[in-house]
């Protein structure tokens, strides 16, 4: 997959395999899965496993998550995208598009996630013609719940996973597509 999408400080490009290490690094914080199954990556191989996936994802779907860079040093600072869910099913629904986002935590509170998801809504709307963005949070996630609010989500419901734990459905969308 060629595409490269760019806003004002990040670059979104399709994860390679040699952003195992960076991926590895973030995903063992157990702060960065604070709101996540409490299941940090312990092993990179897990790591690498998620970026083949993630490789698949781009073949089948023509989407997916994507390495997240800044611009002014290159680093990686985490994964934004678009991903098609139709691998299982979410408070009832599968064959969607979801709007995610995970950063490291060095990169938290600085406005990366708003500024990626501005870019990802204008692509999904403008350039896939997607009608309806989902996106889902746990529902003691402050800072993404009002990520997605101030970007134009609307709050449908809360909803228990499988283990209880309550997470909250969002749904914004495309008035441009009929």
Same mark, same amino acid.
């Given at each position: 997959?060629?595409?490269?999408?760019?806003?004002?400080?990040?670059?979104?490009?399709?994860?390679?395999?040699?952003?195992?290490?960076?991926?590895?690094?973030?995903?063992?914080?157990?702060?960065?899965?604070?709101?996540?199954?409490?299941?940090?990556?312990?092993?990179?191989?897990?790591?690498?496993?998620?970026?083949?996936? @993630?490789?698949?994802? +781009?073949?089948?779907?023509?989407? !997916?998550?994507?390495?997240? &860079? *800044?611009?002014?040093? #290159?680093?990686?600072?985490?994964?934004?995208?678009?991903?098609?869910?139709?691998?299982?099913?979410?408070?009832?629904?599968?064959?969607?598009?979801?709007?995610?986002?995970?950063?490291?935590?060095?990169?938290?509170?600085?406005?990366?996630?708003?500024?990626?998801?501005?870019?990802?809504?204008?692509?999904?709307?403008?350039?896939?013609?997607?009608? @309806?963005?989902?996106? +889902?949070?746990?529902?003691?996630? !402050?800072?993404?719940?009002? &990520? *997605?609010?101030?970007? #134009?989500?609307?709050?449908?419901?809360?909803?228990?996973?499988?283990?209880?734990?309550?997470?909250?459905?969002?749904?914004?969308?495309?008035?441009?597509?009929?």
């Amino acid at each position: 997959m060629n595409l490269i999408i760019e806003s004002e400080r990040l670059i979104y490009r399709p994860f390679e395999l040699s952003d195992a290490e960076a991926l590895f690094n973030m995903d063992k914080n157990p702060n960065v899965h604070k709101y996540l199954w409490q299941k940090p990556t312990l092993h990179i191989e897990e790591s690498i496993e998620i970026i083949e996936y @993630l490789q698949k994802q +781009y073949r089948e779907n023509g989407i !997916g998550r994507f390495a997240t &860079i *800044l611009k002014e040093t #290159g680093e990686f600072i985490g994964w934004t995208g678009i991903k098609f869910i139709n691998d299982h099913v979410e408070n009832g629904n599968t064959n969607f598009y979801d709007y995610g986002y995970r950063l490291n935590e060095n990169f938290w509170n600085q406005g990366f996630a708003t500024e990626a998801t501005k870019a990802w809504l204008a692509y999904g709307f403008n350039q896939m013609n997607i009608k @309806l963005m989902n996106a +889902y949070t746990h529902a003691e996630n !402050g800072a993404s719940n009002h &990520i *997605l609010s101030k970007s #134009g989500f609307q709050f449908v419901e809360d909803y228990p996973d499988k283990d209880g734990v309550t997470w909250k459905w969002w749904q914004l969308e495309n008035n441009s597509v009929k």
